[in-house]
């Protein structure tokens, strides 16, 4: 059984358009993430949520929202997608907002063309 | 502004040697190391952690130490294999921030044949 699934694992769209990205965890955690891992793989947080209430907003555009509706899933909305969005996404979650070790999925890599 | 700072980028090991990678933090509040091990198309899983009350903690051929003076800290994979090859991620969190993990800019770590 997938910790942290995401889907879809690839994703090609054309600028302007809106996508989402799914996440689940079935490890049972209140905090789930997502981080941006640019081409030169720096992992950067983007959001945090600990038992569906958003804790953590770092500096990301507004044309990103994230959407938890629940405590074992969350996800990433963006809409008017720029060729500067092209990354890897990653989830991630870990047991409590307090807790250290942060489980990770397998990513969604985003293409803007 | 990077809060951890990663070298070297790249480096190359025959099997059998030593691997060293090296990561400094700024932020004194921080009071979590922890090292990721990231292969191809996979997300990050942690490898190995250790927190500022100890100088060096030891697992399997992994090794951290810690220097809390010089606000550095290091990863010795003794023994280096293959399959060691991979993308190695510090990082670095407290208790103040949710726990969101600032990461190093990562090392691609070859360990050849």
């Known amino acids: 059984d997938t910790a942290v699934s995401q889907t879809p694992k690839y994703l090609v769209t054309q600028m302007g358009n809106d996508k989402s990205i799914k996440c689940e965890q079935n490890l049972g955690h209140d905090t789930m993430y997502w981080y941006k891992q640019d081409s030169k793989k720096f992992l950067k947080i983007m959001f945090s949520?600990?038992?569906?209430?958003?804790?953590i907003n770092e500096t990301v555009p507004n044309r990103f929202s994230p959407k938890s509706p629940d405590k074992a899933h969350l996800n990433l909305h963006i809409n008017s997608l720029e060729l500067g969005d092209s990354a890897v996404y990653f989830c991630?979650?870990?047991?409590?907002?307090?807790?250290?070790?942060?489980?990770f999925g397998q990513g969604t890599r985003l293409t803007v063309v | 502004q990077q809060q951890v700072k990663q070298s070297p980028q790249s480096l190359i090991v025959q099997k059998g040697g030593i691997s060293i990678i090296n990561c400094a933090y700024e932020n004194t509040a921080f009071d979590y190391f922890p090292w990721y091990q990231q292969f191809p198309g996979k997300g990050p899983a942690l490898l190995i952690a250790i927190r500022p009350d100890v100088s060096e903690k030891k697992e399997g051929r992994f090794t951290i130490s810690f220097n809390k003076s010089a606000k550095q800290f290091s990863l010795h994979i003794m023994d280096s294999q293959p399959g060691d090859s991979a993308t190695y991620f510090c990082a670095a969190s407290f208790s103040g921030s949710a726990r969101q993990l600032t990461f190093g800019s990562g090392t691609q770590l070859t360990v050849l044949p």
């Open positions: 949520y600990n038992n569906k209430e958003l804790i």
């Open positions: 991630a979650s870990s047991r409590t907002r307090g807790n250290t070790e942060a489980f």
